[in-house]
Structures are given as C-alpha cells and as structure tokens.
C-alpha cells in the first residue's frame, strides 16, 4: 500500500506538519503548487486567498501524480473557513476522495469546524481529522503532540510504508 501527504502551504506552515507526518509515518510528500502565485503582501495574500475559497474558484495547480497512491492524507490551510482554494482545483480535477483517509487543517485561530464539516462531506472515507493552529499562534505550542496522537491513529489503521 502507498500513502501520500499531499498538501498545499501558503506560509510554510502547513508544510512543516505535512514534513513531520510524512517522515514519521514514512509517506510520500506531494506539495500542491499554484501556476500563479498569491500577491506577496500578506493583506493582499488574505483578501485574494479569502476571496478565492469564499467563492469556491479553482486557481490552475501544477500537475500531480496521484494514481499510484492508495491511501491520500490530506494538508490544508484554512482561508475564511474553507479549504485552500488549490483544493478546489485538486479535488475537481483528480479522483481522490475516496483515497483521502486523514486530514489536517491549520488555521490561525486553531478554529478549523467548518472547513472540517466541509470536508468530511466530500471525502467519503474520511476517518480522522486533527486542527492545528498556525505557527504565529500561541496554540501552535501544542501542535507536535496534535500531530502525534494523530499519527498514531493513521499508524493503527493501515502500517506504514514498508512494512
């Protein structure tokens, strides 16, 4: 069985946890990367993101290799309570929530329920969820235990890789 950590980061964030899960649980690490990136001012950044998963819009990703992957854990920022916009465009244009088992959010307020709700939803075999807060947050302090226990979790449901 192959497992990826597929992700999307604006800030760096969402990538380190994605780093961290894949080099425990001995996953691929897939980064989704937009064709034209967000302005570089970071209000622009968040009205432009904001806008772009308010309005569900589906910004052009470089193409990704994911048809040799049979189990997906999934990494997002949350912009105004949605998933990154580039997932928009993933989860349009690849077939994979029903190979998506495990997600994780980040967020700057640690507050990731709706994206969550949205999100189990749409992954038909979605089996845990862990929120993270942003990296700037006085919350992020607990996010390598977070990480941990859910690792444990995707550990306790398929063995990883090479086992």
Do not use: H
């Not at 001012?41 to 806008?51: D, E, P």
């Not at 819009?57 to 998933?83: F, R």
């Not at 994780?104 to 075999?125: Q, V």
């Amino acid at each position: 069985m192959r497992r990826a950590v597929v992700f999307y980061s604006l800030s760096g964030n969402t990538e380190s946890a994605a780093r961290m899960i894949a080099d425990d649980i001995g996953a691929d690490l897939i980064q989704i990367k937009m064709k034209k990136e967000l302005p570089r001012s970071k209000w622009l950044r968040i009205v432009v993101g904001g806008r772009q998963a308010t309005f569900g819009e589906k910004p052009q990703i470089e193409d990704l290799q994911l048809s040799d992957y049979d189990e997906i854990i999934l990494g997002t920022p949350v912009w105004a309570g949605k998933v990154a916009s580039p997932l928009n465009t993933l989860f349009a244009r690849y077939r994979i929530a029903d190979r998506v088992t495990a997600v994780f959010t980040l967020s700057g307020s640690g507050d990731n329920r709706k994206c969550e709700e949205m999100l189990r939803r749409i992954l038909p075999n979605l089996k845990q969820v862990i929120s993270l807060a942003d990296g700037n947050s006085r919350m992020a302090e607990e996010n390598e235990e977070k990480i941990r226990a859910f690792e444990q979790t995707i550990c306790l449901t398929v063995p990883p890789k090479g086992v």
